[in-house]
């Protein structure tokens, strides 16, 4: 497994990802897509380590940082992660079944537009938001989404320095 690879840093974002056993089914999940990977895709390693989904893409709009994950997901040979230059508010969303939004993906208004412009009826968006003690770094979104965002259900936090949880979303049609 990769996450017995990586360093401690990394090991927190792979370590989120068992927040969503239980609440997201990717059995049926074909096509993932993360919102700024960043240079080390821990989340990616989680998904490639404990999912059989067929393609695991992170986007990344630094250029710096989408060449060293696209080098390392290649040292590290793993085909079914792809890293993409790409900036989440422009991004075509119909293609995924799962969409992974990430509170540094901004700007936020932007990136909800898009999604409710592409994404397709029935996707599932999971979507990094803060705890009330996480209201310091980041303003929370689940309570001001409109439809066509329908909450499915909601993790109860994860530890860090961001008090972050997750929130499982449809996009309804």
Same mark, same amino acid.
């Given at each position: 497994?990769? @996450?017995?690879?990586?360093?401690? =840093?990394? %090991? &927190?974002?792979? =370590?989120?990802? #068992? ?6 089914? +990717? ?10 990977? @960043?240079?080390?895709?821990? !989340? *990616? ?12 893409? &992170? ?15 290649? =040292? $590290?040979?793993?085909?079914?992660? %792809? ?21 540094? /993906?901004?700007? #936020?208004? /932007? ?24 209201? $310091? +770094? ?5 309570? !001001?989404?409109?439809?066509?965002? #329908?909450? *499915?259900?909601? !993790?109860?936090? +994860?530890?860090?320095?961001?008090? *972050? %949880? ?8």
């Amino acid at each position: 497994k990769i @996450g017995d690879l990586i360093g401690e =840093h990394t %090991k &927190g974002a792979y =370590h989120r990802m #068992r927040d969503l056993q239980g609440l997201v089914d +990717f059995s049926h999940c074909q096509r993932y897509l993360m919102m700024g990977c @960043g240079p080390v895709p821990g !989340s *990616l390693f989680y998904l490639h380590d404990w999912t059989s989904i067929p393609e695991i893409v &992170g986007v990344e709009r630094d250029e710096t940082s989408a060449d060293r994950a696209r080098a390392l997901v290649s =040292h $590290l040979g793993l085909p079914r992660i %792809k890293i993409v230059d790409g900036d989440a508010a422009t991004l075509d969303y119909s293609p995924y079944d799962v969409i992974n939004w990430d509170p540094f /993906a901004t700007p #936020r208004e /932007a990136i909800r537009t898009r999604l409710v412009e592409t994404a397709s009826p029935g996707c599932t968006v999971i979507l990094r938001d803060p705890t009330p003690a996480g209201e $310091l +770094f980041f303003d929370p979104r689940v309570g !001001s989404l409109a439809p066509p965002f #329908r909450v *499915l259900g909601s !993790s109860d936090g +994860f530890p860090g320095r961001f008090r *972050l %949880k997750h929130h499982i979303l449809t996009v309804d049609g």
